[in-house]
C-alpha cells in the first residue's frame, strides 16, 4: 500500500452528501469512505489530490483485501474521518474480490460509497496520447482495444456506483473545482451550493445535473449573421433575447420554480444542486439563460457558481 501522494480525483456519498457540519463537530462525524474507481483515465488521480487539497485522507491503488482493515483503522482514528480509496483494475484479481469486500465496507460502521468514473473513447485515446502512458489493458495491443475491454469488464462495477461521473468535457481545473464544491467540509450556515451550467445538446446532456432545463424554443442568434459569432456573454446577444416575450416568460417562470425548490432541497438535506441550461451548441441561448438565473439566485442571498461547459467548443 503506497499513500496516495498527490494523484487522483474523488466525490462523496450517495449523489449527494449529507448535510454538512462544522468542523468543530468532525470527531462526533461517522467516519466516511469514499471509494473511486473507473476507467483508466478518467480523472481518478486528479479527484484523489483535489481530495487531499480540502482535508480527505486518499490512499491510492489499495489492494482490495486491505480495505476491512482500513475501515477498522478509520473508526479509531479521526483524523481519518473523510478517506478516499481509489481502486482500479491494476490489481490482479480486483474484479472478483471488489463487490464482496466493498458490501462489507458498509455493515461496518462507515459511511462508504462509490463513485464510478468514465469518459468516451475519444478523451481517453486522446488523454493517454497525451501522456504517453500505456493502457493498464493495452501493453500489447492498440490503446482503443484495452479501453473497451476495461470498459466491458468494469460493467458490474458501474451498476453498483452511488455516484457515475462522465468526465469527457472536464478539464484538470474543472474537475478539481467539482471535487471541491462536493465534498468540502462546509457551515451549517451555507447548506446548499448550486451550480448553474450551459451546455450544448450536440455534446450530450451532463450526467451530473440533477435539473435539465431545454431552452432550444427560443430564437437562435446564430442565425443572425452579426450575433453568430458572439456568445451569450455578450450585451447585443442578451439584448436580442432579452425582446423575446418567451424569453422574459421562461426567465420569469424558471426563477419561480427554482426559487421554490431550494428551499425544499435544504429541507431534504442536499448540499448541492446542478441545473444544467441546454441548447443546440451551448453558445448563445444556454449562456444567456444561465447568467440570468444565476444572478437571480445570488441577489437573493444563494451561494450559486456559473460555468459554461461547451462555450469554448461550440
Not at 468542523?23 to 462526533?28: A, E, Q, V, W, Y
Not at 468535457?169 to 448553474?196: F, G, I, K, N
Request: glycine content about 8%.
Amino acid at each position: 500500500m503506497r499513500r496516495h501522494e498527490r494523484p487522483r480525483i474523488l466525490l462523496d456519498p450517495p449523489p449527494y452528501p449529507s448535510r454538512r457540519r462544522g468542523r468543530g463537530s468532525r470527531r462526533h462525524e461517522r467516519p466516511r469512505i469514499l471509494v473511486i474507481t473507473g476507467l483508466s483515465g478518467s480523472g481518478k488521480t486528479h479527484v484523489a489530490r483535489a481530495l487531499e487539497d480540502i482535508g480527505w485522507f486518499c490512499v491510492d491503488n489499495l489492494p482490495t483485501a486491505l480495505m476491512p482493515p482500513f475501515a477498522a483503522l478509520i473508526r479509531r482514528s479521526p483524523e481519518l474521518h473523510r478517506s478516499g480509496l481509489v481502486v482500479d483494475i491494476r490489481e490482479p484479481g480486483f474484479l472478483r474480490q471488489f463487490p464482496a469486500v466493498y458490501r462489507g465496507l458498509k455493515a461496518k460502521g462507515v459511511e462508504a460509497s462509490l463513485l464510478f468514473l468514465e469518459a468516451d473513447e475519444a478523451a481517453l485515446v486522446r488523454r493517454f496520447s497525451e501522456t504517453r502512458r500505456p493502457h493498464p489493458l493495452a501493453m500489447n495491443q492498440p490503446v482503443i482495444e484495452g479501453i473497451r475491454e476495461e470498459r466491458e469488464a468494469l460493467r458490474p462495477l458501474r451498476k453498483m456506483a452511488d455516484l457515475i461521473l462522465d468526465t469527457s468535457h472536464y478539464t484538470v481545473h474543472r474537475l478539481r473545482d467539482y471535487v471541491r464544491e462536493h465534498y468540502e467540509l462546509r457551515s451549517s450556515a451555507t447548506p446548499l451550493v448550486v451550480a448553474v451550467m450551459s451546455f450544448g445538446y450536440k455534446y450530450g446532456v451532463p450526467s451530473e445535473a440533477d435539473l435539465v432545463f431545454d431552452v432550444r424554443f427560443l430564437p437562435n442568434p446564430n442565425f443572425v449573421p452579426r450575433l453568430k459569432r458572439l456568445t451569450g456573454n455578450h450585451a447585443s446577444v442578451v439584448r436580442y433575447l432579452r425582446r423575446e416575450k418567451e424569453t422574459k416568460a421562461l426567465l420569469s417562470r424558471l426563477e419561480a420554480f427554482v426559487g421554490w425548490l431550494l428551499p425544499r432541497y435544504v429541507r431534504e438535506g442536499k448540499s448541492y444542486l446542478t441545473i444544467a441550461i441546454g441548447c443546440t451548441g451551448g453558445r448563445h441561448r444556454s449562456v444567456m439563460i444561465a447568467n440570468a438565473l444565476g444572478a437571480v439566485l445570488g441577489e437573493r442571498g444563494q451561494t450559486v457558481r456559473v460555468y459554461h461547459r461547451d462555450l469554448r467548443l461550440a
